[in-house]
């Protein structure tokens, strides 16, 4: 069962409704004027209703949009992030043995191997490589003595 109204059309126009009675739309330009003309106000005639003022409050709320908070004198500056942490050998050695696989793969003849020889050799270290830096995290934290609630991954 669909959550449809029967009548969307029907339901369409109660919508409208509904904006039209909360004022949405009454300030919108005529689009049939021309544009080069300029607009010359005229003061309202006992036969011409001054039109209603649209509703100032910002979508629903009580408070009053202001656009002073959209300006960026008073943006959020973050601080600088802290610096990368020292790489620790086997980290190195992890590094190495993929960037070795990377480079058997692409120029399998730049040490004078055969693509037969050089691709398993390449792929055996680009896969010994990444388990090597996954399987070796780091399991303890920076400082010991601090607090921290977060998790730990």
Do not use: C
């Not at 960026?72 to 070795?100: G, N, S």
């Not at 055996?124 to 609630?149: C, Q």
Request: glycine content about 6%; proline content about 15%; charged content about 25%.
């Amino acid at each position: 069962m669909s959550d449809r109204p029967d009548d969307v059309d029907a339901a369409f126009a109660e919508i409208v409704a509904d904006l039209e009675r909360e004022g949405v739309g009454r300030t919108l330009p005529d689009l049939n004027e021309p544009l080069d003309e300029p607009e010359t106000p005229t003061a309202p005639t006992p036969a011409q209703p001054r039109p209603a003022e649209p509703p100032q409050a910002w979508r629903g709320h009580d408070t009053d949009w202001d656009w002073s908070w959209g300006t960026d004198e008073d943006h959020y500056v973050p601080p600088e992030p802290p610096p990368l942490p020292k790489l620790r050998p086997m980290t190195i050695v992890a590094l190495v043995l993929i960037v070795l696989g990377v480079v058997l793969l692409v120029v399998p003849t730049l040490i004078g191997l055969d693509a037969r020889i050089a691709t398993p050799i390449a792929l055996l270290s680009i896969i010994s490589g990444g388990v090597m830096l996954l399987l070796r995290p780091r399991n303890t934290p920076k400082n010991p003595d601090a607090r921290d609630d977060g998790a730990q991954i």
